[in-house]
């Protein structure tokens, strides 16, 4: 477990050294890439695990860096987490950011040539003493070892007068009544049926899943409401080796392929015939239900049907990212539609190297 994540793209590597070693000589440990790789390790599975346990996510962004499947499903584990302090290594417009990451705070690294006495420095360290927890990082420029995760945070000054001690016992009474009050409200077998996942052999037998917890299919108006969804199909970039997205729909409930989303994603790895497949990217998502959870379970078995389709048929696991994201992104809000329960699969292709 690292005290920060440094994301980054290999275009911006040497950039991305610096960085790393400003933030060692300031005494914290940083998971930086292959050098956190043991042997025997998966390389997607020692990511997603050291992503999600480090303290901060530090992520460079460029125009380059923030196209790149893994730095955007890094930012993503770190913005859910609340600890993504993005760098803005050169100019970015509007369009640039995804959508996902609009309105978060950049720090603008333009100016970063290795030097940790500047003011972009400062601001990163401010940063990090804030999501760590660790105000020596910016006392003074003094630097202090990271604190061991789990520890009580140091607080600089005296200790809490009889005042706030009131103030903090108050709010954890008021909670202990809420909670007591929430106990009430739902038993406890209500909670976990809000909370229960769909039949996980819908995803391979394509019987149907088990039905959403009694309430949650009603919890949003009849499909005959809906907009009707545009149909499935294959977008390319250009007519040479471009980027491709592919969209496919999903029943109600359900996570299994349907033969028109299969002939869709056999059209999108057409371009494999005369192109380099690098790297697929699989966004999941779900209806508008009462309990995200549940959606973002759905969602992510809907990922996971597509990614075992596509290994099925030769693309190495290693070029494939997946993520359920529920029903946080829906494009009809607040009705059952397709728009909502969909995959959209980008395919990065590349013309292949000329033979040597």
Not at 78 to 103: M, S
Not at 322 to 336: C, D, E, F, M, T
Request: with cysteine; glycine share 10%; hydrophobic share 45%.
């Amino acid at each position: 477990m690292a005290d920060v994540f440094l994301s980054y793209a290999r275009a911006d590597l040497a950039l991305a050294e610096q960085v790393k070693a400003g933030l060692e000589a300031a005494g914290l440990s940083v998971f930086f890439d292959v050098e956190g790789l043991d042997g025997g390790d998966v390389f997607p599975d020692v990511l997603d695990r050291e992503v999600k346990t480090a303290g901060a996510v530090v992520s460079l962004w460029s125009q380059h860096s923030l196209s790149r499947p893994w730095v955007k499903q890094e930012c993503s584990i770190g913005l859910k987490r609340k600890c993504l302090i993005p760098l803005a290594i050169e100019r970015l417009g509007e369009l640039d950011v995804p959508v996902a990451f609009e309105g978060m705070q950049q720090i603008d690294f333009t100016g970063f040539h290795g030097r940790t006495d500047g003011a972009e420095w400062q601001k990163l360290m401010r940063a990090l003493a804030r999501t760590l927890g660790q105000p020596g990082l910016v006392a003074g420029g003094a630097q202090v070892p990271p604190a061991p995760r789990g520890a009580a945070r140091e607080l600089n000054g005296p200790g809490p007068n009889a005042k706030q001690l009131g103030i903090v016992f108050g709010a954890l009474a008021f909670a202990a009544v809420g909670a007591i009050a929430a106990n009430q409200f739902l038993s406890t077998n209500e909670i976990a049926a809000l909370e229960e996942p769909a039949d996980q052999e819908a995803m391979t037998t394509g019987e149907p899943a088990e039905a959403a917890p009694e309430g949650l299919a009603q919890a949003a108006p009849v499909e005959d409401a809906a907009p009707v969804p545009p149909p499935e199909g294959v977008v390319f970039a250009d007519d040479g080796c471009g980027d491709g997205t592919a969209r496919v729909y999903f029943d109600f409930d359900r996570a299994d392929l349907k033969p028109q989303s299969v002939s869709v994603l056999e059209e999108a790895l057409t371009r494999s015939f005369g192109c380099d497949l690098i790297e697929v990217r699989i966004e999941a998502h779900d209806d508008l239900l009462s309990s995200p959870s549940y959606a973002e379970a759905v969602s992510q078995r809907r990922a996971d049907t597509v990614a075992q389709w596509l290994m099925a048929q030769g693309v190495d696991e290693m070029l494939i990212t997946r993520i359920g994201y529920g029903s946080s992104q829906p494009l009809a809000p607040g009705v059952k539609s397709p728009f909502n329960r969909r995959a959209d699969v980008m395919f990065d292709y590349q013309t292949p190297a000329p033979a040597p």
